[in-house]
């Protein structure tokens, strides 16, 4: 079997000390998952760390910097199985810097409440990833 292709994201809060809303980017592309939704993030380069490459995609997809919280580790060893290709590991995160826009692979940003995270059509791999941050959210909880 190849080795899965390891993608990462943030879960963008207003803040990480207790987050109360959840930043979603509405994909334009690929054509079979465009109006979809997903948390920002891509894959990590060659010879590129995790964290590097998150803050990378940050920038190029919304033009911000981000201070980046706690790991929310996956079910499979540790990441989130997306597609049969792909893996993902995601952090909360918090902007810092810059107001975010969908620059690159999206057309619409939207902030969900807790309760309101399932009002957008996610991506089939990250559903079982907004049901638990939807746990993690509705519990005030410190995500450093």
Known sequence: MTARRLVVAAALVD???RPARLL???????????????FP????????????????ELSEELGVRARLGREIPGPDG???PITPRHVLRL???T???GDPAPLVEHDELRWLTADGLFEVDWLD??????GRLA???????DVH
């Not at 980017?25 to 690929?30: E, G, I, L, V």
């Not at 791999?125 to 907004?130: A, F, L, T, W």
Request: avoid cysteine; hydrophobic fraction near 45%.
């Open 135 to 141: 746990e993690l959210l509705r519990d005030p909880v």
């Open 95 to 97: 902007v810092v810097a």
């Open 78 to 80: 540790g990441v989130w």
């Open 24 to 38: 979603a980017a509405r994909r334009t592309r690929p054509a079979e998952i465009a109006g979809r939704w997903e």
């Open 41 to 56: 993030g891509g894959k990590v380069d060659p010879r590129e760390g995790p964290v590097e490459a998150l803050h990378r």
């Open 91 to 93: 952090w909360f995160g």
């Open 125 to 130: 791999g990250d559903v079982p990833i907004v």
């Open 15 to 17: 803040d990480l000390a």
